[in-house]
């Protein structure tokens, strides 16, 4: 894991209240289930005390991921400077490739939704554009091969 994460203050918001709700409410729900599960009876096959077992590792999991996360946040400065690509960027850029233009939100980790366009600092298209301006062509190292993106706006 990185030592930096960053995140927009309404990003880190949300995670502490993630955070906050993995640890009260699904933390006790999941403690009650397995209290119900174990009054069944025989434990070794015990299908419901299992499966609740799993949840509960899974859910300390991700506490102690967001945990770690919240704590080593940098929270970023929003900025109207559209010059250059930034964390918190919206950007416009035109596949050739694919003849299309996409916008792509850069935010943190934290903050990411593929389905919305919003990629990661990380990500190959936002490390890609990171420090760009807007007309330059950038090439964005994906896994199943390069390819290049043009910057059309940056807003």
Not at 64 to 81: G, M, P, Q, W
Not at 97 to 120: F, K, L, P, R
Request: overall charge negative; hydrophobic content about 35%.
């Amino acid at each position: 894991m990185a030592d930096q994460f960053y995140m927009t203050q309404e990003g880190y918001e949300a995670a502490k209240k993630q955070l906050e709700y993995l640890q009260t409410v699904k933390r006790a729900e999941i403690v009650e289930r397995i209290a119900e599960a174990r009054s069944h009876g025989d434990l070794s096959e015990n299908a419901e005390y299992d499966a609740a077992r799993n949840e509960q590792a899974a859910n300390e999991g991700e506490i102690a991921e967001l945990d770690y996360k919240v704590k080593n946040a940098v929270i970023i400065e929003e900025s109207d400077d559209n010059s250059v690509v930034h964390i918190g960027s919206a950007v416009t850029v035109y596949d050739e490739e694919m003849e299309e233009e996409v916008t792509y939100t850069i935010m943190g980790t934290t903050e990411v939704d593929a389905m919305n366009n919003i990629v990661s600092n990380e990500s190959p298209v936002g490390a890609a554009l990171l420090g760009h301006k807007k007309g330059e062509r950038v090439t964005v190292k994906a896994p199943d091969g390069d390819y290049i993106l043009k910057i059309v706006k940056i807003g």
